[in-house]
């Protein structure tokens, strides 16, 4: 059982700027199995993101899982961001674990090509797993839990990319929606 806790706001660590992973060595695996223990917990929401700063870790980590397989990005670096198709152009309502019941229709692009390391989870688990290179496009959803995750990399949460977009911030309370000031 792992002794990290997922990070909320107002906590300071959300806004720090995560540093490369120099090392992949035991206390890197560690936290990525930490991570995926944190994560898989996830139930009201359950998560489809989860960045190494929302667990109070600096490092330029992050899982996602846009169906139910968690894949493990690490190091990476957006190549490009593209609109996509048509239909990938509307605003979600975007929540984030470290913000629990607040969303805000963001709009993110469509496609991301990301250079990124990356190991298997279930090879982990086994007490194997070594990095991987990969340059992969992501479309849709995925492109869109990249984008969140990368921003937490830099320090920053979906509420300022509302912000910037001059969207509304909705928090759900029970089952009602309302707009509430950012």
């Known amino acids: 059982m792992t002794k990290l806790a997922l990070v909320t706001v107002p906590d300071k660590r959300l806004r720090q700027v995560s540093q490369p992973v120099a090392k992949w060595d035991k ?3 560690k936290l990525v199995l ?9 139930n009201d929401p359950s998560g489809i993101g989860l960045a190494a700063i929302q667990v109070g870790v600096a490092k330029r980590i992050f899982l996602m899982r846009p169906r139910n397989k968690i894949a493990v990005v690490i190091n990476p670096v957006v190549v490009k961001v593209a609109d996509g198709k048509k239909e990938d152009k509307r605003k979600i309502l975007e929540g984030c674990l470290s913000l629990p019941g607040y969303y805000a229709a963001v ?12 190991v298997e989870v279930a090879d982990l688990k086994k007490g ?4 991987m290179e990969k340059m992969r496009e992501f ?8 984008q969140h995750e990368m ?6 949460l ?3 990319e509302a912000v910037r977009q001059k969207q509304k911030l909705y928090r759900l309370k029970g089952k009602e929606w309302e707009e509430v000031e950012i």
């Open 27 to 29: 206390k890197a695996r």
């Open 34 to 42: 930490d991570m995926v223990e944190i994560l898989e917990a996830q």
């Open 107 to 118: 709009r993110r692009g469509g496609k991301v090509r990301l250079k990124y390391q990356t």
């Open 128 to 131: 194997e797993g070594e990095l």
């Open 139 to 146: 479309k849709g959803l995925a492109a869109k839990i990249v």
């Open 151 to 156: 921003d937490h990399l830099e320090g920053k």
């Open 158 to 160: 979906f509420v300022d």
